[in-house]
């Protein structure tokens, strides 16, 4: 819900994050990211992408105090984009870049996107069709920019010297001796121009300070300064938090940097981080923010060459005792040495770690309520369909799914152990496995047909017992996890080795369960 709008109560707003995301969304991203940097390149174009780009624009303004501030915002920017919108978009960006019919296919299919509740489809009263532009889809920040620089070559005519600028979704441009009466006949023109487009937009015009994006900017005196909405509070992480100790370290100075860059001098900053500094003191901090102007900031160091990294990011958490980092290293030195045919591959200079973060306390608890109340019945109902329950694998649950089970052969010898895992129901795998014991062309479907083969070639009489070890999410399209896969892995590593039939190269398996997203086996 978007209740920092006014009169909300009223009007109340909402904003869908994120319904679905297209892995083809990966590659219309690469493709929007080059058509984008080729027609700015060509255009000219003032499209941002930052406050940095922003203060550089205003810092290059002559007589700044003889202009005025034209503020728009183009209202409900993502979902207002229309398949037409993007069309023409695409059409102006292919005067100055090539663009093959197949990437125009790719850009605009990335953009189907399906809601479902309750087994019905959601579509837009307005277009009934599955076009729509997703706020967290993979593309769809490139698509806002490939349109904002077909919408700055359609209004650049309105301003001279072209003294406009757009980031995503919020404008700004100045206009130099202007009254008010003309700066607002500026701001009609504009909203005509944006209504041509099919877009609607709110418009403040003749300012002399504008807040735009997170700074203030200051026509009169020239100043910026860091700017903050009036309702928000500033939150940082808790220096007691999960988190590595790198990253809490390196928190306090960041923000103090951030603060210094987008302040234009001392009084500014100081006007200005008495907020901030207060919630670094509720995040546990005792860093004192001190302004850094850029001249006393040394220059960075720019590197031209480019590597091909190898990056090894485990999970951290505090109540691991046991320096990953540290270890990893150790093992690359051990096995990859200066005369290892492969250390020119994996030393480390192109094999790096950088730990993950785990999930906060609520997110635990949220994905932990969400399996809870979205718990299918199908768990406790249903759970087998056995003519003779006396027969049954697993007692009352061969028609579980997503489950590890263990398989325990007993012979007159120490028994035998193997893990597997089903995502489907386990009475299908346990067919499975009884038609590679009985078909000698399936024995090397598993170790555990390979074993029970070698008691059948011996005359050696065998028993086998069937148990659920663990029931699991299987892998997520939405989540990218494998819950299912996890398992399996840490029964087979916590295992007694001696009697365990799997060969282990589950272990550095990629997961199954993501082929049947894949488009290839769409049917």
């Given amino acids: 819900y978007k209740d920092h709008k006014p009169n909300f109560p009223n009007h109340v707003q909402c904003r869908l994050i994120n319904p679905a995301k297209s892995e083809i969304g990966i590659i219309s991203k690469n493709i929007l990211d080059r058509i984008n940097n080729d027609v700015i390149k060509a255009t000219n174009a003032r499209l941002w992408r930052n406050t940095h780009s922003v203060i550089d624009w205003f810092n290059a303004i002559p007589e700044k105090s003889s202009y005025s501030f034209l503020m728009f915002d183009v209202v409900e920017f993502y979902p207002s984009i229309t398949e037409n919108l993007l069309s ?20 605009l299919h990335a953009k189907k996107t399906l809601l479902f509740q309750d087994n019905s489809t959601w579509t837009k009263s307005e277009q009934p069709n599955t076009f729509d532009v997703t706020m967290g889809s993979y593309d769809g920040a490139e698509t806002c920019e490939l349109v904002g620089t077909y919408i700055l070559n359609r209004i650049k005519h309105i301003f001279i ?59 009169p005196t020239g100043s910026y300064r860091p700017y903050a909405k009036a309702n928000n509070t500033t939150h940082y992480v808790h220096n007691r938090s999960n988190h590595p100790t790198t990253i809490i370290k390196t928190i306090p100075a960041s ?56 990056w090894f990011n485990p999970p951290f958490s505090k109540h691991v005792e046991t320096n990953v980092g540290r270890k990893f290293l150790s093992l690359l030195d051990k096995h990859f040495p200066t005369n290892s045919p492969f250390h020119k591959l994996f030393n480390r200079n192109n094999v790096k770690i950088s730990y993950s ?35 049954c694998p697993i007692p009352g649950k061969c028609q579980i799914k997503n489950i590890v089970y263990k398989a325990t052969v007993t012979t007159n010898q120490e028994p035998k152990t193997y893990i597997g895992i089903s995502d489907t129901e386990f009475k299908k795998r346990w067919y ?38 663990k029931q699991a999410n299987s892998y997520s399209n939405i989540t990218k996890r494998c819950q299912l896969c996890t398992w399996e892995k840490y029964f087979i590593i916590t295992a007694n080795k001696p009697t365990l039939l799997n060969s282990r190269s589950e272990l550095i398996s990629k997961c199954r369960h993501s082929n049947k997203f894949l488009l290839v086996n769409q049917k």
């Fill in 88 to 107: 023409e978009a695409i059409a102006f960006a292919s005067q100055h870049t090539t663009i093959t019919d197949s990437e125009t296919e790719t850009i």
């Fill in 161 to 219: 010297n072209n003294e406009v600028g757009l980031y995503r979704d919020d404008g700004l441009a100045i206009l130099k001796n202007k009254t008010p009466s003309e700066a607002n006949r500026i701001a009609k023109d504009l909203n005509a121009e944006f209504h041509k487009l099919g877009l609607r937009v709110t418009t403040e015009a003749h300012m002399k300070t504008a807040n735009f994006l997170d700074v203030t900017l200051d026509l």
């Fill in 255 to 310: 923000i103090n940097s951030r603060l210094s860059k987008i302040s234009s001098d001392e009084q500014q900053f100081t006007s200005t981080k008495d907020d901030y500094q207060e919630a670094l003191k509720r995040a546990g901090y005792t860093y004192t923010l001190q302004y850094n102007s850029q001249q006393d900031q040394p220059p960075g160091r720019k590197r031209n060459r480019s590597r091909n990294v190898i």
């Fill in 357 to 391: 973060c785990m999930d906060n306390m609520a997110k635990i608890l949220s994905a932990h309520n969400k399996s809870t109340l979205l718990k299918s019945d199908e768990r406790v109902t249903n759970s087998c369909n056995c003519r003779d329950p006396t027969k």
């Fill in 432 to 469: 499975n496995h009884k038609s590679s014991f009985k078909h000698e062309h399936k024995k090397k479907d598993t170790e555990l047909s390979k074993y029970i083969w070698q008691l059948k070639d011996s005359n050696t009489a065998y028993n086998i017992t069937w148990k659920i070890l």
